[in-house]
Each structure stands twice: as structure tokens, then as C-alpha cells.
């Protein structure tokens, strides 16, 4: 069983991207212990002050940075999987840490320093999605990774 910590920039609004969310995690309550910490998302006043805002984000973000946690963060930047490759990834950075920590950036992604401390960056895609569908991703690919270690039939 995994033992994840998803720490994200910004709140969930919207009812679809909540109901997409419990789903994933109602799925994946036999397969990863799941916890969620938000931290707020701060106001974007002008792109000028990017470095700024992500500064602050990033000492929101790091208050939840266990020790003995493997910290993955989500880039653009970052390494790609196949499927199978991803499900042999979890197995990989469960057995370094006691926890995996995936974070999400904001709008304006990660400061350079959480990026640093994080002992892999990961990137779902070349394109960019919102910090809300890349939480229901990330739930659904570490449901999918899950079910492939178990020989399941969710992944064909």
C-alpha cells in the first residue's frame, strides 16, 4: 500500500473536479493511504512579481515537506512515463521513503527552490493543465499504477 501526501497550490472549486477527485480517492482507499494539503494560492497582481509569489507559495509548500518523504514535483520540465513505467516509479520511490510526496504548483508553476529540494520532477505532459485537472490526473495515474501492479483490468 502507498503512502502519498499531495500538496497543491489552490483550492478545488468547481463541483465537477470535486466529484472527479472523491472518486479517485474512494477507488484508491484499498490501494494508497491519500492525504491532500492545500495551500493557498497567492493573488497574481502582474507576471512581474512571478519570483515573488512563487517565493511565498513555495514556504506554504515546504512546511508540508516531510523528511523521510520522497518529493516528487509536477513540471512541464520533467520526466515522462509510460504507464507500466509509472507503476514500476511508485514501487520504486516507495521503498526509498516512507511517504511520496507529489506537489503541485499554482498557476505560475514552482519556485526554483522547491524544484531543488524534490528528489524527482515529474511532468505528465508537454502541455500545460490547471493545478484543479492536474490533481484528478494524478489520482487517476497513481489509480492506474496501482491496478497494474496488481495484474488488474483497468489498464489494457
Known sequence: MFNILIVTVGTIKESFWKLAINEYLKRLQPLAKIKIREVSEEKIDSVDNRQAILKKEAVR?????????????LDIRGKHYSSTEWAE???E????????????????????????????????????????????????QIYRGSKILQGGTYHY
Do not use: C
Request: aromatic content about 8%.
Open 93 to 140: 520511490w516507495s521503498q526509498f521513503g516512507k511517504s511520496i510526496t507529489f506537489i503541485i504548483g499554482g498557476p505560475l508553476g514552482l519556485d526554483a527552490e522547491v524544484l531543488k529540494k524534490s528528489n524527482s520532477i515529474l511532468s505528465l505532459s508537454k502541455m500545460t493543465f490547471t493545478h484543479q485537472m492536474t490533481r484528478v490526473i494524478l489520482l487517476e
Open 89 to 91: 516509479q511508485l514501487t
Open 61 to 73: 509548500i515546504s512546511k508540508f515537506l516531510e523528511e523521510n518523504s520522497v518529493i516528487v514535483a
